[in-house]
């Protein structure tokens, strides 16, 4: 064994031991990743490709700290492919010109297919895309990108085209405990409840969040210990994230949501915008606070101000697109929008009666002149027949039923008084045209 040997063995076990712990728990097989069993999974998309070796390029798309790299890694050892990866942040054309090179003379010299890894590829630009579609077209390189941003604003239509688009979500609670137990484990300490529960809350779905706000509370624990055993508990997080957990456990962490939502819902702004200050300044994850707003919209608020949807939806992406602290006046925009608009609760009542028709009504069938007619054989099956397109009529609309008849005359949106919602009742019309 060579010097050099010995010191990247030295290196390496040194690494073991006292790198990062997200780095020490990185998965080394797809059975040990956390979440994303939709993909993963034992039957899922990229799992069968690994097993098949039929693996093609792809777009891996999801929040930080959700295992896009690890993935990438993962797929690429189980298809046997020799993985090269890039940065996109630093990399440059030059870069992916040689990553392309090399992955022409590995096939050549020893029939190994390469898989080209690059992080953050919304940053490439339209160019240095450009360089990376011959190679991925004719398959010198199986493209493995991942991002963080919604690929059809961020990455070329042509590339996209070439590409198989995976979505990645935030890891949910289970997966978050499992990961806790994982790290505990790891660092041989134990951690209880509460302060599990408040580790995940403020992870946000962002497994590389959570271990490292582990590994720091760990840290704090031993250190109070003092030599005895060591359990995390709440205040070792809340000193782990430098105080910015003032709710204490699971508990006051739902009431203060609870709290936010129906202080907008009951229209007192004030209220709303401190329950919102005391949930950031406490470290509440903000993708929970934008996705609370976003379903208010619709929940509390639906026809009575259709525009609050596209307020609070605009404020989620803004979020996305700016980051703290800029984003938190986005956030608070919404939240005085949402808490001054009219309030309506119709949409949702409307939806759960028709789900309950669903459930429990009669079973229906779709009306013949509503059945699709835009294939060979439709029209002698009666589909389509004596529908009337509404655009044809210059009022835009035209007498014709569309419920199915086992149902009736049935209703289940009905306008309240507020807001915009009563201008909406003019446009209904039941089938005898009233």
Not at 111 to 130: N, P
Not at 215 to 239: I, K, T
């Amino acid at each position: 064994m060579t010097a050099p040997d010995l010191f990247e063995t030295a290196a390496a076990d040194r690494l073991a031991s006292q790198a990062p712990l997200a780095a020490r728990l990185r998965p080394r097989s797809l059975e040990e990743v956390v979440g994303q069993d939709h993909l993963v999974g034992p039957g899922a998309p990229l799992r069968v490709l690994c097993e098949q070796s039929r693996l093609v390029s792809l777009l891996l798309w999801g929040p930080a700290g959700t295992g896009k790299t690890t993935i990438a890694r993962l797929i690429a050892e189980a298809s046997s492919l020799r993985l090269v990866t890039l940065s996109a942040t630093s990399a440059g054309v030059k870069d992916a010109r040689e990553a392309i090179e090399g992955a022409v003379r590995a096939l050549g010299e020893h029939g190994r297919r390469t898989a080209l890894f690059i992080d953050e590829v919304h940053r490439f630009s339209t160019s240095q895309q450009d360089v990376l579609l011959p190679a991925v077209e004719d398959g010198t390189v199986v493209l493995i990108g991942a991002t963080t941003e919604n690929p059809f604003f961020e990455v070329n239509a042509p590339l996209m085209s070439r590409m198989a688009l995976f979505r990645l979500q935030p890891l949910d609670d289970a997966d978050l405990a499992a990961l806790v137990r994982r790290g505990a484990a790891a660092e041989g300490i134990a951690v209880d409840d509460d302060a599990a529960a408040l580790m995940c809350a403020a992870a946000d779905g962002d497994a590389r969040t959570l271990l490292g706000t582990l590994e720091v509370a760990a840290a704090l624990a031993r250190a109070r210990a003092q030599g005895s055993s060591v359990v995390v508990g709440s205040d070792d997080v809340a000193r782990a994230r430098d105080g910015r957990l003032l709710h204490q456990g699971r508990d006051e962490h739902y009431d203060q949501a609870s709290a936010f939502i129906k202080s907008v819902r009951g229209s007192d702004p004030d209220a709303a915008l401190y329950w919102l200050a005391r949930m950031l300044e406490a470290g509440e994850a903000p993708r929970f606070i934008a996705r609370r707003l976003v379903i208010l919209a619709s929940e509390d608020i639906g026809m009575a101000d259709p525009s609050s949807l596209l307020v609070a939806t605009a404020a989620a992406h803004a979020l996305e697109l700016v980051g703290l602290p800029e984003a938190q006046l986005n956030l608070a925009q919404a939240t005085v929008h949402l808490s001054l608009a009219p309030k309506s609760n119709r949409v949702t009542v409307a939806l759960g009666a028709a789900q309950r028709e669903v459930r429990e009504g009669p079973r229906t069938t779709v009306p013949a002149h509503l059945r699709g007619s835009n294939y060979a054989g439709a029209a002698s099956l009666g589909h389509g027949d004596g529908y009337e397109y509404p655009h044809d009529d210059p009022r835009g609309w035209v007498e014709q039923r569309y419920l199915p008849e086992e149902l009736g005359d049935a209703v289940y949106w009905e306008p309240s008084d507020h807001g915009e919602e009563p201008d909406r009742d003019r446009w209904r019309r039941d089938a005898s045209g009233r």
